[in-house]
């Protein structure tokens, strides 16, 4: 009986080894292959990067936000530039410029150096104005004289489009873009200063239209009004701040207005000089010599 037990222990035993050595053969070939499926999960990961990562710097740029701009306008004029019988003198032009930074991907720097009673034909005015041009390096110049003050001191028209030309000229000096933006509708443009008002403006368009520049635009803002107000059966009435002045309202239309035609000449960017164009500024400045 011991030596039948003794050998049921012996082959109980051997079958414990064999089974031991099994299982022990097994988690080794389970664990080779989790280390060999392990290492291609992470090499097939690194892989995936590496292509994400060769596809993003491949992305056309026109995917990535746009870049925003600044630029910088430089605005001359007087009192209706300025933004009289505005609570807030809040002008036209202002309203204008603020409009295009909030809507659009530039954000325009206002350099304000309107003269109240000012006159482009006043000397102190002519020296300031190269002065400016020069320190402050605006990428625009708006030049918007409401004229009504020339009119009353009668200014020489020859007097006046040598003081126009000269702006121009010294604007383009400093390769800044030079826009002409002519003033709202008020009693006197409407009424019994508009013959001589109008011909004001049409020696300000030849006068810009003379150096033959693509870096010089002239934007009617007058008759842009003139035909706003006619279409709805408007008057300079409805925008009376004084004889010489709109209102708040007549600020507020006369800036959408003047948006709406920005954005027509220059759509929705920057405002750019164009290096290559062929500019008469030289010539100019030596024939004034």
């Known amino acids: 009986m011991?030596?039948?037990?003794?050998?049921?222990?012996?082959?109980?035993?051997?079958?414990?080894?064999?089974?031991?050595?099994?299982?022990?053969?097994?988690?080794?070939?389970?664990?080779?292959?989790?280390?060999?499926?392990?290492?291609?999960?992470?090499?097939?990961?690194?892989?995936?990067?590496?292509?994400?990562?060769?596809?993003?710097?491949?992305?056309?740029?026109?995917?990535?936000?746009?870049?925003?701009?600044a630029e910088k306008v430089l605005i001359v004029g007087g009192s209706m530039a300025h933004g009289w019988k505005d609570p807030n003198d809040d002008s036209y032009l202002k309203r204008a410029f603020s409009e295009l930074t909030s809507?659009?991907?530039?954000?325009?720097?206002?350099?304000?150096?309107?003269?109240?009673?000012?006159?482009?034909?006043?000397?102190?005015?002519?020296?300031?104005?190269?002065?400016?041009?020069?320190q402050d390096k605006p990428q625009v110049v708006v030049i918007s004289w409401g004229l009504l003050n020339d009119i009353v001191d009668?200014?020489?028209?020859?007097?006046?489009?040598?003081?126009?030309?000269?702006?121009i000229q010294d604007a383009l000096a400093a390769h800044a873009v030079v826009v002409f933006v002519t003033s709202p509708v008020t009693e006197a443009t409407e009424t019994y200063d508009h013959q001589q008002v109008a011909n004001y403006i049409s020696n300000e368009?030849?006068?810009?239209?003379?150096?033959?520049?693509p870096n010089v635009y002239f934007l009617n803002l007058n008759q842009q009004m003139e035909t706003y107000m006619a279409a709805h059966g408007q008057t300079w009435?409805?925008?009376?701040?004084?004889?010489?002045?709109?209102?708040?309202?007549?600020?507020?239309?006369?800036?959408k207005l003047l948006f709406d035609e920005w954005i027509q000449t220059f759509g929705t960017g920057p405002v750019r000089w164009q290096?290559?164009?062929?500019?008469?500024?030289?010539?100019?400045?030596?024939a004034g010599k």
Request: glycine share 10%.
């Open 2 to 69: 011991r030596a039948g037990k003794r050998g049921k222990h012996r082959k109980s035993t051997a079958l414990r080894s064999i089974a031991r050595r099994w299982v022990a053969g097994g988690l080794c070939i389970i664990a080779a292959g989790g280390l060999t499926l392990f290492g291609w999960i992470l090499g097939d990961t690194q892989a995936v990067k590496e292509d994400v990562a060769m596809a993003a710097s491949m992305a056309p740029k026109q995917n990535l936000q746009p870049e925003m701009n």
């Open 103 to 134: 809507s659009t991907d530039t954000t325009w720097i206002y350099d304000d150096h309107t003269t109240i009673g000012g006159s482009p034909a006043e000397n102190n005015i002519q020296s300031k104005f190269r002065t400016w041009v020069q």
């Open 154 to 167: 009668k200014t020489p028209m020859r007097k006046f489009n040598q003081a126009i030309r000269g702006e």
């Open 205 to 213: 368009i030849h006068d810009a239209q003379s150096f033959h520049s």
């Open 237 to 255: 009435l409805n925008y009376y701040g004084d004889s010489w002045h709109p209102n708040q309202a007549g600020h507020i239309l006369a800036g």
């Open 275 to 286: 290096p290559d164009a062929k500019d008469s500024s030289q010539e100019n400045d030596k």
